[in-house]
């Protein structure tokens, strides 16, 4: 069928479906050009065309669901997830999002009902299915409030600080020549915190689905998920949280966002970061803030200012060039810089780095030894080695360093945008430090 | 701990002051031990690393390689003499027999691996990018080895302003700069040709590393390896490696040694350093 045809059909077609032709796949990848292109309603135009067309195809349904849900209509998404599961009972991407739909929306047992109606034929179909089932069991054990309870009580408490707070914790640090360790929990850290019982144990497919995922990210590969050397170094990982001086960590926005989209990852990593460090309140234990904070320092030009302070400067990343770019700012003293290989899910953004090997093992331990030939009273080092980079974070305190997990915003200076949230890569700049840093 | 303050002179701090590297490395490679210090090799062509330091390379636990040109000059007729259709894939033959070269002396361990790409011949027309560029490597590495300044090659001699010229900037900017030290590569003293040898230079005193014999047999294996380039390497042997802090030179003069290449051509190298040279 031609678009012409659907004229003389009698439907006046819309704006969009000429660019769908007649083929309901081809419609269906027309409709997600558009959409992530942003043009949502171009995009449901489409859909919604097809599914006229086609209602007994199952793609146009679940796409739009799709769109829906993320346009907040969760009633409207529930609907056309139904359409699409009735007109066919066996796809399991369909009955994945389904399911995800209904978990998001809090409405659990109609999720596990859902689930359940699923008869799965191939091992790998069993295996998701599994895992599903655990993230539902994850979100009755551990619900929404609960997490979104911790999140509350991390950021109301007296010992949370936002990015000028930070700041000047930096900088006092930095004055007065004491340690000073600031590390994020995000979710591939989140991935590897959890209490044992649960890892081995009623969500252990979950976790190992959500640890092999992180580890290609990070390596390429996931064949360090059982290496005992890997293991002992999480328990190293661990023990740098109590002893850092600020964790950034989730908020309670993050948790409505990964709770309302039934994440697999998002959820559990999420929220067992949060249920890690909350006890930690109780205690003389460290600050918190967000684990965007190495966003808000930047936006805030509170790192330029930092950076341009006089103080001596060290890098940990995985930008060959970016050491000589910091210390080419007046007023920046590049005192030293470490290269790590990249994190291997970004190598196409960040390019050639010469360097062949993986982050573990060999490079961590030439960092540590480097890190440990020395003093670094005084010092400050900006540390964009993702979850390695805790470590290195502990190290450089241990020593007397002040050390700041920056992250991506290492990418960012590099010109690398790595993260969605790094799209509008002007504003994330390195600069030449002359027209940064002033107080907002 | 080392120290708990800043290093002394200039206040700069960095993974391990100069002083100490230049001792620690030196200390390592006379005494044939690992070094775990972070090491730049940096050399103008593919076998360069292999003459200069073949049998030293795989105790250099924490290596980069920084190889300045493609080793395959412009002039079309020299990739046609030594058997290739064109400039291009002579390069790319010397990049693969590195790679062959490099399995064998660090068995492929390197830590980083960088290209500069620039022709064989034509390292001097490139000087101002290739010293950028090394500001931007050698930062992170503790160690830099090169090429001395000597009259050997046009381009073992850019390739030791280059570095000197690098590390420089970067202490003048109050950042990190590794120590310099070189090896050996060639040079004509009294009209004769030396290899495996350093200019005569009573400041600038040298260690001799006498090769091991499984180190002689690498040596050997990687010199096969380096096909394209057969004839040339029948220059060198397999006698001891000499290592040395590198001296500060003068670019402004003529190499201490005979330039092999010409007067004239040494005259236009001077003024590419020059040109080079940050103000």
């Known amino acids: 069928m031609s678009p012409g045809g659907l004229s003389e059909a009698g439907a006046a077609p819309r704006a969009g479906w000429a660019r769908a032709g007649a083929d309901p796949v081809k419609a269906v990848r027309a409709a997600e050009a558009l959409r992530d292109d942003g043009d949502i309603l171009g995009a449901a135009a489409i859909l919604t065309e097809l599914c006229r067309l086609f209602p007994h195809l199952p793609y146009g349904w679940r796409e739009r669901a799709i769109l829906r849900r993320r346009a907040g209509d969760a009633a409207g998404a529930a609907h056309d997830f139904a359409r699409a599961l009735a007109a066919n009972p066996g796809d399991l991407l369909t009955r994945v999002q389904a399911v995800r739909q209904l978990a998001g929306a809090g409405r659990l047992d109609e999720a596990q009902a859902c689930l359940a109606a699923f008869v799965p034929r191939t091992p790998q179909q069993t295996g998701r299915v599994a895992r599903l089932d655990q993230l539902l069991a994850y979100m009755r054990h551990h619900p929404e409030a609960e997490a979104s309870r911790l999140a509350m009580a991390i950021r109301t408490s007296p010992r949370h600080l936002d990015a000028a707070a930070v700041e000047v914790r930096i900088a006092a640090a930095l004055a007065e020549g004491r340690p000073f360790s600031l590390i994020r929990l995000g979710d591939g850290e989140g991935a590897w915190i959890s209490d044992p019982a649960e890892a081995d144990g009623r969500f252990r497919d979950l976790y190992r689905r959500n640890r092999k995922r992180i580890l290609r990210t990070w390596f390429g590969t996931d064949a360090l998920i059982d290496r005992r050397d890997f293991l002992a170094l999480r328990e190293r990982f661990l023990a740098t949280v109590p002893a850092a001086t600020v964790v950034g960590v989730t908020y309670p926005e993050r948790i409505r966002h990964e709770y309302g989209i039934a994440s697999p990852d998002g959820v559990p990593s999420c929220t067992n970061v949060l249920r890690h460090v909350a006890p930690l309140l109780d205690g003389a234990g460290p600050s918190f803030c967000t684990h965007d904070i190495h966003l808000d320092l930047h936006l805030s030009g509170g790192l330029h200012r930092l950076i341009g302070a006089g103080h001596p400067i060290g890098l940990i990343s995985c930008h060959p060039p970016l050491a000589a770019a910091l210390a080419r700012r007046p007023g920046t003293r590049l005192a030293a810089a470490l290269l790590v290989p990249e994190e291997k899910e970004f190598a196409g953004i960040i390019g050639a780095t010469g360097m062949p090997g993986s982050h573990y093992p060999e490079a961590f331990g030439q960092v540590i030894a480097r890190l440990r030939g020395r003093d670094w009273t005084g010092v400050l080092w900006l540390v964009a080695a993702g979850y390695l980079g805790k470590l290195y974070c502990h190290e450089i305190a241990a020593r007397g360093g002040v050390a700041v997990d920056i992250g991506s915003i290492a990418d960012a200076w590099s010109g690398k945008a790595t993260r969605p949230g790094l799209a509008d890569l002007a504003r994330y700049r390195l600069g030449d430090g002359q027209h940064q840093g002033a107080r907002r | ?279």
């Open chain 2, 1 to 279: 701990m080392i120290a708990a303050t800043l290093d002394s002179a200039d206040g700069i701090v960095m993974t391990t002051d100069p002083a100490t590297a230049r001792e620690r490395a030196l200390r390592a490679l006379a005494t044939r031990q690992p070094l775990d210090l972070a090491v730049a090799v940096v050399t103008a062509h593919p076998d360069d690393e292999t003459v200069g330091l073949g049998g030293a390379m795989a105790r250099l636990r924490n290596l980069t390689l920084v190889q300045l040109t493609d080793g395959a000059p412009l002039e079309p007729d020299v990739a046609a003499r030594a058997g290739f259709p064109s400039r291009q894939s002579y390069a790319a033959a010397r990049r693969g027999e590195l790679v062959d070269a490099l399995a064998v002396l660090v068995e492929g361990r390197l830590a980083r691996q960088v290209f500069y790409e620039i022709p064989d011949g034509r390292l001097a027309d490139h000087l101002a990018v290739a010293v950028e560029r090394l500001v931007e490597d050698l930062i992170h590495v503790d160690v830099v080895l090169t090429h001395p300044y000597e009259g050997g090659h046009f381009d073992h001699d850019a390739a030791a302003f280059a570095v000197q010229e690098a590390c420089a900037r970067l202490a003048r900017h109050g950042a990190h700069a590794p120590t310099r030290l070189e090896f050996t590569s060639y040079h004509r003293l009294h009209g004769l040709l030396r290899t495996g040898r350093f200019l005569d230079d009573p400041a600038a005193p040298e260690i001799v590393v006498p090769l091991s014999a499984e180190a002689a047999r690498r040596k050997e294996v990687a010199f096969a390896c380096h096909r394209s380039q057969a004839g040339n390497l029948r220059m060198f042997g397999f006698g001891p490696e000499r290592f040395r802090a590198a001296p500060t030179y003068d670019f402004a003069r003529p190499p201490g040694g005979e330039a092999m290449y010409g007067m004239e051509v040494w005259r236009g190298l001077s003024r590419a350093f020059a040109g080079a040279t940050e103000a």
